[in-house]
């Protein structure tokens, strides 16, 4: 069975550039993405729960936060559910207000984001102009006098030529 590949096609205008802004662990909200830089003995506290060592570097989720001690929900890893389907597993790891060295929030950047955006969409434009140009100075075409070779085949638009 063959896949659809249209999602594929929006994906440029899905993606967005981020930056990370530092918050006080106080105030951050439950469900916001955090990227937390934790101190070296809580790295040895949650190595076993995450299953990796010497790990300083989290984002996660926040699920829960009381006064500045959370819980982050991070992904650990993925497991094969049926032969097509891959499903992330992720562990949700306790952090005390202390263990953290910098705590940081995602925000999308918009003035990046939209030059992002319109970059693509400027190559898109171009590419689909010098398709629709053909290259005219090809010698195989017939309309420049250049003569033998094979001839560049043209897509007629409403009978305009672009």
Do not use: W
């Not at 069975?1 to 899905?14: A, E, G, N, Q, T």
């Not at 094979?150 to 007629?156: A, D, G, K, T, V």
Request: glycine residues 12%; hydrophobic residues 40%; charged residues 15%.
């Amino acid at each position: 069975m063959v896949k659809s590949k249209r999602p594929f096609v929006l994906l440029p205008l899905l993606a967005g550039c981020y930056n990370y802004a530092p918050v006080t662990p106080a105030s951050v909200p439950v469900g916001s993405e955090v990227r937390a830089t934790i101190s070296g003995a809580a790295s040895d506290r949650v190595a076993p729960i995450i299953g990796r060592f010497n790990q300083r570097v989290l984002t996660g989720a926040v699920v829960e936060n009381n006064s500045g001690s959370m819980v982050l929900q991070i992904q650990s890893g993925a497991i094969q559910n049926t032969g097509e389907m891959v499903v992330p597993l992720f562990q949700r790891v306790p952090l005390d207000q202390n263990d953290f060295i910098q705590l940081e929030t995602r925000r999308l950047d918009k003035v990046r984001t939209t030059v992002m955006i319109g970059a693509i969409g400027a190559a898109v434009g171009v590419a689909t102009f010098a398709a629709l140009q053909g290259h005219g100075g090809a010698s195989g075409d017939p309309d420049n006098g250049g003569g033998g070779g094979n001839p560049i085949n043209r897509i007629p638009i409403l009978k305009f030529r672009f």
